[in-house]
């Protein structure tokens, strides 16, 4: 079972920077974790979920307009890890923030986000940014 887990949320004051990590394991052994596009995602209270940022297999990178020119999205093959830098923070980037993974499963749920389907979801840390 692919497994996502995220690390290195917290609080920042606006203006602030945080590097997200998200380390994955359990990919199948024909097809790993470098074939997929994997991504950002963020739902802050009462809001529906968001897509950041994607970077699929051969590292090319797309982010959404809230995301563009702030943060950035890359990936280590060989750590099986995707990282997003996220730099001049605002008190509206405060949510909960999720790295998931392609591919998913038949009849199971997924979230397309730019035309990839993502079904594989770590369970998310939080980001605090004050004013």
């Known amino acids: 079972e692919v497994q996502l887990v995220e690390s290195g949320g917290g609080s920042v004051e606006s203006g602030g920077s945080l590097r997200l990590s998200c380390a994955t394991s359990?990919?199948?052994?024909?097809?790993?974790?470098?074939?997929?596009?994997v991504g950002w995602f963020r739902q802050a209270p009462g809001k529906e979920r968001e897509g950041i940022a994607l970077?699929?297999?051969?590292?090319?990178?797309k982010y959404a307009e809230s995301a563009k020119g702030r943060f950035t999205i890359s990936r280590d093959n060989a750590k099986m890890s995707l990282y997003l830098q996220m730099d001049s923070l605002k008190p509206d980037d405060t949510a909960m923030y999720h790295c998931?993974?392609?591919?998913?499963?038949?009849?199971?749920?997924?979230?397309?986000?730019?035309?990839?389907?993502?079904?594989?979801w770590g369970q998310g840390i939080q980001v605090t940014v004050s004013v």
């Open positions: 998931a993974s392609e591919p998913y499963t038949s009849g199971g749920d997924y979230y397309e986000f730019l035309g990839r389907r993502f079904g594989y």
């Open positions: 970077i699929n297999k051969d590292g090319v990178t």
């Open positions: 359990g990919y199948w052994k024909h097809i790993g974790f470098s074939q997929y596009a």
